[in-house]
């Protein structure tokens, strides 16, 4: 008998909002119906291994098809069907209240994931794209008849007796106008390769050509031949599914292949496995990191029982973990909620927490089994493990056992090791260890040469994370203060309170400071005359650690730094008092000579750390090339 109906729900103007919101992402109606036709799928197949069932289950296979003429497009399981009943209570009563304040809350979504599901509304996503949707379905249970429902998206729908006489379900979408785009061979397979390549039950598109061997030809040669076959979407089982224990190192390299290509092989991988208190599993790789630049983010795909839901990952993967690759599946995630919703879920957070003690935990284990093989990978993961210990606090008290430092020599040495190795030779009077490290150690190569000269370690820190983790480290060890090797003369880095005696008097001590000051004449330039190792450079340029940071900072744009970023850059210059060539300058009558000498040597000191540029360089060459 035929039965008319209105679908309870207590607005009328529903299907326009959902039409309206869910536009930008309409794809997603086949995200919805492919799953629920899987889902299908898995229930009957439970039911039989459950003894519930006892017809053939048949070749379990979900097919989408479409009809370039007819205009629709259709998904057919033969999964458990349903009743003519079970569609009236499964699709007429849309699973919530308060359609008005439905309404009223989601005028502004931005997101058609905010809405679907939220309400229960995976189905009705079908009417982002049809003007028309028919259910035609036959339920496994014994005697069922055959049922076919139709509702053209407005709260009318028509059910019936239907046609279909082999247990499951299709789905019939009469496509709209506007979204005539799905009826393409092209766009439905790249939306089908996008949600469902590891999708649980056999997915079929249609049919391919393959070419396949058919016999010899008169010379023994293999001849071939076209055959179609099915036009499978999906691969065999995704190796997230399957116990660690049965996997091989190539099966996570081959997978790693199926879902990035063109990719390097990965350094390692984290196999995640929980089920309580939330349910997640995935694999997590950790990529070569090739330049500095290559930062791709958003390679993490997040899955939802094997059906790809996104790869934005932000929320549920800690922010330094963004760089990994691979793969997540819980269902867990509250998928179809806003962002601020997704930060205060509790399940989010303790998936959050779980994903960074997993990768402390196999950092750890990789460092403590095969100290050489980490250290060997650490240029590739050292920024991951940098940026993880700067930005999360639990990670760090992980990591600080196992994130290195490297000097410039290229040893690799843990946090409480580097603290052990320079504590005696680099304390200075207040009982502070003082690390030194270079940023560029071809500029700052005779910084770095002095400081060796005085037995002091010069770190490495070089990457673009150095400057911040520096500055992090260094409020977060005790009694360490950081400084790079430029920052002050070598006897002045570390001040120990042991002072060289100055061979020069106060008064000869001054007139070197006015000569060198005249002929410098920058006011940014402030001068002093220090008592150094005659072996030191005659004339020092530095700048201050604390000024070079704030300026750095706020060059990165950080906050309540504009002040110092305003600042004139501003360096100090240290004249060495017990060099030659003070004395020298000292000895010379004649002020222009005196004058020629400072300058030359103020200029050696720029240049070598490249501050000495355009018309400053110009003059000191020629001058260079008169004192020859
Ligand atoms: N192909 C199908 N075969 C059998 N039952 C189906 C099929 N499609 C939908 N249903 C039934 O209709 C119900 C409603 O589907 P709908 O997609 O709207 O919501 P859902 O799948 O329960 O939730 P959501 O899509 O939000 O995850 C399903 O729970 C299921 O019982």
């Given at each position: 008998m035929q039965e008319k109906g209105t679908i309870?729900?207590?607005?009328?103007n529903i299907f326009p909002i959902i039409k309206k919101f869910l536009y930008s992402d309409n794809e997603i109606f086949l995200r919805e119906l492919v799953s629920n036709a899987a889902d299908a799928t898995q229930k009957i197949k439970r039911l039989a291994s459950l003894g519930q069932y006892n017809g053939e289950l048949g070749d379990l296979r979900v097919d989408v098809s479409f009809d370039e003429k007819a205009k629709t497009i259709t998904i057919s399981d033969k999964g458990i069907g349903m009743t003519a009943e079970e569609i009236k209570k499964y699709i007429n009563q849309i699973a919530f209240s308060g359609a008005t304040e439905f309404v009223e809350k989601f005028k502004d979504a931005k997101d058609a994931n905010e809405i679907i599901g939220k309400f229960g509304l995976g189905f009705y996503s079908a009417f982002m794209v049809a003007s028309q949707v028919e259910i035609q379905s036959l339920s496994y249970q014994d005697g069922a008849e055959p049922a076919r429902w139709i509702c053209d998206g407005s709260t009318e729908f028509e059910i019936g007796p239907g046609n279909r006489t082999e247990r499951g379900t299709d789905i019939i979408l009469h496509i709209n106008s506007e979204s005539e785009e799905f009826l393409s061979q092209h766009k439905l397979q790249e939306i089908l390769d996008k949600y469902f390549k590891f999708l649980p039950t056999k997915l079929v598109f249609g049919k391919r050509s393959e070419s396949v061997e058919d016999g010899t030809d008169k010379d023994g040669k293999p001849q071939y031949k076209s055959v179609e076959v099915d036009n499978v979407i999906n691969y065999a089982k995704p190796i997230w599914t399957i116990a660690p224990s049965e996997l091989k190192e190539e099966n996570y390299k081959e997978f790693y292949r199926q879902l990035y290509p063109f990719a390097d092989d990965p350094l390692f991988w984290i196999h995640l496995n929980v089920d309580y208190p939330f349910n997640l599993t995935g694999v997590l790789y950790f990529p070569k990191v090739k330049t500095d630049m290559d930062f791709q983010r958003n390679k993490i795909k997040l899955f939802s029982r094997q059906v790809f839901i996104t790869d934005e990952v932000k929320d549920i993967v800690p922010e330094f973990l963004m760089l990994l690759h691979g793969v997540i599946d819980s269902p867990d995630i509250p998928l179809n909620v806003s962002r601020s919703f997704l930060q205060a879920d509790s399940n989010v957070k303790k998936i959050n927490s779980y994903i960074t003690k997993k990768v402390a935990e196999k950092l750890g284990e990789l460092f403590k089994k095969d100290r050489t093989g980490y250290e060997e990978k650490w240029s590739d993961i050292g920024l991951f493990v940098k940026y993880g210990m700067i930005s999360d606090e639990k990670f760090y008290e992980k990591a600080k056992d196992f994130g290195l430092l490297t000097s410039t020599d290229n040893k690799n040495y843990t946090l409480e090791e580097y603290k052990e190795k320079v504590k005696i030779n680099q304390t200075d009077k207040d009982g502070n260890v003082v690390y030194l490290y270079t940023n560029d150690p071809d500029k700052q190569d005779a910084f770095i040469q002095s400081a060796q000269k005085k037995g002091y370690d010069v770190l490495l820190m070089n990457t673009p994370i150095d400057g911040h983790f520096v500055t992090n480290i260094e409020h977060k060890l005790e009694k360490v203060s950081i400084k790079r090797v430029d920052a002050d003369v070598v006897d002045k880095l570390i001040d120990k309170d042991e002072k060289l005696e100055h061979i020069l008097s106060e008064e000869q001590s001054n007139k070197v400071k006015e000569v060198f000051e005249k002929a410098i004449n920058k006011p940014t330039y402030k001068v002093s005359v220090v008592a150094m190792s005659p072996e030191e450079l005659p004339v020092t340029v530095t700048m201050d650690e604390f000024m070079r940071r704030m300026k750095e900072m706020a060059a990165m744009g950080g906050g309540g730094m504009q002040f110092y970023g305003s600042m004139p850059d501003s360096y100090n210059v240290a004249i060495n008092g017990n060099h030659k060539l003070v004395s020298k300058i000292l000895e010379s009558a004649d002020e222009k000579a005196q004058s020629e000498l400072a300058k030359q040597a103020f200029d050696l000191a720029l240049l070598s750390q490249g501050l000495l540029t355009g018309a400053d360089l110009t003059a000191f060459v020629n001058r260079s090339v008169s004192l020859i």
């Open positions: 309870s729900i207590h607005t009328e």
